[in-house]
């Protein structure tokens, strides 16, 4: 069974410092990797994704997540973030070629942008 | 396209009283999902479906049902509403293309007394 753990449920951190959300997944198959983004009262988009190649994949906002395979992980990093990135933040994973492509998210991590 | 649109926003139920809620899709998409979001608990899957005529079980599936007579419709009934169901809601839809994205609609918040 496929599961995610994100295990900071809150990172404060001071508007322009670098930041970095974690995630680590298991699974027995091939995975595909999600970061979505919740801004309050609102539904979830998607931010980034690893489905193959490359193992570092970008955001067009500046964030940007590295897949690293032999130590399970997909955390999302941003160099220096704004107030506006203040939301919450789920990693997510459905196993590759799945005939339902059901996601596991993990249980969300909530950043709060200080200024 | 309007995307992924649900009804209603808010809703209060007393217990035992039923209801359903909307999902709808304007992207031709196959696949949809309903979701629900506790504090803490991220979302958790509640029913799936793969296309027309076609559901499945998720996660956490009881007191709850689904059925999905055209593509772009996904209700979600729930029975006996119960204070346990008081939660947020999501519908998703992704289209099995191969891109994998899921697109989620803004939430129908319901809570039960």
């Known amino acids: 069974a496929q599961s995610v753990t994100q295990l900071d449920s809150q990172v404060p951190v001071f508007e322009e410092a670098p930041v970095e959300l974690r995630c680590n997944y298991s699974?027995?198959?091939?995975?595909?990797l999600f970061w979505y983004v919740q801004y309050p009262n609102q539904g979830l988009q998607l931010l980034l994704k690893?489905?193959?190649?490359?193992?570092l994949v970008e955001s067009i906002n500046g964030f940007e997540a590295e897949f690293n395979k032999s130590q399970t992980s997909f955390h999302l990093r941003k160099p220096s973030v704004h107030i506006s990135d203040t939301a919450e933040y789920f990693c997510?994973?459905?196993?590759?070629?799945?005939?339902?492509?059901?996601?596991?998210f993990g249980t969300g991590t909530l950043l709060a942008v200080q200024p | 396209n309007a995307g992924v649109t649900q009804t209603p926003k808010f809703r209060i139920l007393k217990i035992g009283q039923s209801m359903t809620l909307q999902c709808a899709q304007d992207?031709?998409?196959?696949?949809m999902y309903w979701y629900r979001q506790d504090p803490g608990m991220g979302l958790k899957l509640i029913y799936y479906s793969v296309g027309a005529g076609i559901t499945d079980k998720g996660e956490v599936p009881n007191g709850y049902n689904v059925s999905r007579s055209t593509t772009e419709d996904f209700p979600l009934r729930l029975e006996l509403a119960a204070p346990s169901q008081t939660s947020v809601y999501f519908c998703?839809?992704?289209?099995?293309?191969?891109?994998?994205?899921?697109?989620f609609g803004p939430g129908t918040r319901l809570t039960v007394t």
């Open positions: 690893y489905l193959s190649g490359s193992t």
């Open positions: 992207m031709n998409h196959n696949y």
């Open positions: 998703a839809s992704l289209s099995g293309t191969g891109s994998y994205e899921q697109y």
């Open positions: 997510a994973v459905t196993g590759g070629g799945g005939a339902t492509n059901k996601l596991i």
């Open positions: 699974s027995s198959v091939s995975v595909y």
